[in-house]
């Protein structure tokens, strides 16, 4: 297996910076252009569409409370939040809980439904406070080596919308000049 070092070298070999933001908290960082703006993801502008709802780079849900883009329009913005994202949200839902990344309403919880369900909540200041049953285990711990084993289950995505989630992150926070060598990615 490459040492850290060596991996850090073969992406510096390779790739370029094309951009980087430094996000300090209560700090917003608006990618685009307030004045002249058209959705990177339809082409259209205004008056045809609204620019009302604040449009995040990466979705609220993975954390990101910072960096905002004023290249999506509002249709876009809705129709990706209930479709691809929500499916990135339901796939990366066990480790956004288990590393407590707040989203819009918070740390989510993880449930598997029913009366004799498991359950994981994080509140503070008690911490995680996990339910199993003995018929539906979901963890185990090992003493000797001090470490807990979780089995968790994921609610229902697709796996290429999670793929094209990610594409959409990665086409807002490109920079204009670099976005039309990626149209077909758009498609």
């Known amino acids: 297996m490459a040492s ?6 073969f992406y510096e070999d390779r790739y370029d910076i094309i951009g980087q933001w430094f996000l300090t908290p209560g700090t917003k960082v608006v990618l685009g252009d307030s004045t002249n703006r058209k959705c990177r993801f339809c082409d259209r502008a205004e008056p045809e569409v609204s620019f009302k709802s ?5 979705p609220e849900s993975l954390g990101n409370k ?3 883009s004023m290249y999506e329009c509002d249709d876009c913005n809705s129709f990706f939040g209930r479709g ?3 499916d990135l949200g339901n796939w990366s839902k066990p480790i956004r809980s288990l590393m407590r990344i707040r989203g819009k309403s918070g740390v989510p919880s993880l449930a598997n439904g029913g009366p004799k369900g498991w359950r994981i909540d994080y509140g503070q200041p008690s911490g995680f406070e996990i339910e199993q049953y003995e018929h539906d285990p979901i963890f185990s711990v090992d003493e000797q080596n ?3 084993h979780f089995s968790l ?9 999670v793929l094209k ?3 959409k992150i990665g086409l807002t926070l490109i920079p204009d000049e670099e976005e039309k060598k990626f149209v077909h990615l758009k498609n």
């Open 4 to 9: 850290f070092e060596e991996i850090v070298l």
């Open 153 to 161: 289950k994921r609610d229902s995505y697709t796996p290429v919308a």
């Open 146 to 148: 001090r470490v807990v």
């Open 165 to 167: 989630a990610l594409m």
């Open 54 to 58: 604040v449009a995040h780079a990466i």
């Open 66 to 68: 910072s960096i905002e």
């Open 84 to 86: 691809i994202e929500n």
